[in-house]
């Protein structure tokens, strides 16, 4: 099993950028797919994007070319930097991983894109 923390969510303008944090409790070289999702208030949550440990992604139409993942072995994080953020970006962003047929989540962290 692993334990996932999120953090560096915020207040941003649009246009602008944020970096998101998921540090998870155990190597992630282990961790075949991490994925990030976010929920808008009254929203489903949806896909934003996947990573393969073998250096993979796949993103959202919606985010493609704005958003980019990459994970960090050594400090067995995964990162989530979204670039030329929109008010539409706006909501709870999530880290998940599933082992051994069970989901795992972040407790998740606010992004809020408003001028």
């Known amino acids: 099993q692993v334990q996932l923390v999120e953090s560096g969510g915020g207040l941003v303008q649009p246009g602008g950028s944020l970096r998101l944090s998921c540090a998870a409790s155990?190597?992630?070289?282990?961790?075949?797919?991490m994925g990030w999702y976010r929920q808008a208030l009254g929203k489903q949550r949806e896909l934003v994007g996947l990573?393969?440990?073998?250096?993979?992604?796949n993103y959202a139409n919606s985010v493609k070319g704005r958003f980019t993942i990459s994970r960090d072995n050594a400090k067995n994080t995964v990162y989530l930097q979204m670039n030329s953020l929109k008010p539409e970006d706006t909501g709870v962003y999530y880290c998940?991983?599933?082992?051994?047929?069970?989901?795992?989540w972040g407790q998740g962290t606010q992004v809020t894109v408003s001028s």
């Open positions: 990573s393969t440990s073998g250096g993979a992604t």
């Open positions: 155990r190597s992630i070289a282990s961790i075949v797919v």
């Open positions: 998940n991983t599933r082992l051994v047929g069970t989901d795992y």
